[in-house]
């Protein structure tokens, strides 16, 4: 009786024990995961916002500023204006479109500055997911070169 | 013999605990910690890029200088808290180069602090910005 009532205590114990390990493992590996992600994003923004700051904007046709945008987002996603075809991202699974770049532009329609983030980035920890919309974000000022009458090559 | 045997798991327990909360500490609090630097750290490139741009020798360059820094929407700890005790330097002629500190950013510390951590953990950044940027041909 007393050898019985032993084992089942130790298997109460494991039971009990053995729930609140993995759901520290988990939520470490979790969370872990998750700001080592994050992390990869701010060095992204921040890159490509640096990019974006010092690039050339060129604006003879609408579609010039999109280009430039671009090259802009592939630099967040892949440390390249003109990626090779088949490179792989920098941060798992992120795409150019995840990327927003808007411009401010001042009274006399130069840019101003530049914003760069995230949106709709969802992170894939294993144990639950994170979603990012928004953040990270940076803010670069323009110091490139304004040139509103040439195009992109 | 049943008297050891009955305080075993709980001894065992409590040094799992401690060796789980370091490594979960290690991997939260240092992961924020790093989110923090890093975040830091492009804000003051950023705002060091800002300050050196509004240079012009005077006294009115720093003060736009200074505007340009504090109207930078950029934030740290994952984004939420604005940055404080920005501290904006420039050099002695006023037109060659700005200097940004983001002295206090205090990351709180959760799971290190049950194994011997300190409370808080402090992240500075700092960055140089020329005012004649350098250039992209592209």
Same mark, same amino acid.
């Given at each position: 009786m007393r050898a019985q009532n032993q084992r089942?205590? @130790?298997?109460?114990?494991? &039971?009990?024990? @053995?729930?609140?390990?993995?759901?520290?493992? &988990?939520?470490?590996? #979790?969370?872990?995961?998750?700001?080592?992600?994050y992390n990869q994003l701010v060095t992204a923004v921040g890159n490509g916002g640096r990019y974006a700051a010092m690039r050339t904007y060129r604006a003879s046709v609408p579609s010039d500023i999109e280009k430039?945008? &671009?090259?802009?987002?592939?630099?967040?996603?892949?440390? =390249?204006?003109?990626? @090779?075809?088949?490179?792989?991202?920098?941060? @798992?699974?992120?795409?150019?479109? #995840?990327? #927003?770049?808007?411009?401010?532009? =001042?009274e006399s329609g130069k840019p101003a500055a530049v914003n760069v983030s995230i949106i709709d980035y969802t992170v894939d920890a294993a144990f639950g997911m994170f979603r990012f919309t928004g953040k990270p974000a940076v803010e670069y000022p323009f110091v490139g070169r304004f040139a509103p009458a040439e195009s992109e090559p | 013999?049943?008297?050891?045997?009955?305080?075993? %798991?709980?001894? *065992?327990?409590? %040094?799992?605990?401690? %060796?789980?909360?370091? %490594?979960?500490?290690?991997?939260?609090?240092f992961g924020r910690i790093y989110i923090a630097r890093n975040e830091a750290q492009v804000f003051t490139?950023? *705002? *060091?890029?800002?300050?050196?741009?509004?240079?012009?020798?005077?006294? *009115?360059?720093?003060?736009?200088a200074r505007q340009a820094v504090a109207k930078l929407p950029m934030r740290w700890n994952l984004g939420t808290k604005s940055?404080?005790?920005v501290v904006v330097e420039f050099s002695p002629d006023k037109q060659s180069w700005a200097r940004v500190t983001a002295p206090d950013n205090q990351v709180e510390i959760s799971f290190l602090r049950a194994v011997g951590g300190p409370a808080v953990f402090t992240v500075p950044a700092h960055s140089v910005a020329a005012a004649k940027p350098v250039r992209l041909v592209e």
């Open positions: 089942g205590h @130790a298997m109460i114990e494991l &039971a009990v024990s @053995a729930g609140v390990m993995v759901a520290c493992l &988990a939520g470490t590996v #979790q969370f872990g995961y998750t700001f080592y992600v430039g945008r &671009a090259a802009i987002r592939n630099m967040v996603v892949f440390g =390249d204006s003109r990626p @090779a075809p088949g490179v792989v991202p920098q941060v @798992a699974n992120l795409k150019p479109e #995840q990327v #927003q770049v808007d411009w401010v532009m =001042d | 013999m049943r008297v050891r045997q009955k305080g075993f %798991v709980l001894i *065992a327990m409590s %040094v799992a605990m401690v %060796v789980m909360l370091a %490594v979960m500490g290690l991997a939260f609090d490139d950023a *705002a *060091a890029m800002a300050a050196a741009s509004k240079l012009d020798g005077t006294d *009115a360059g720093l003060d736009h940055f404080t005790g």
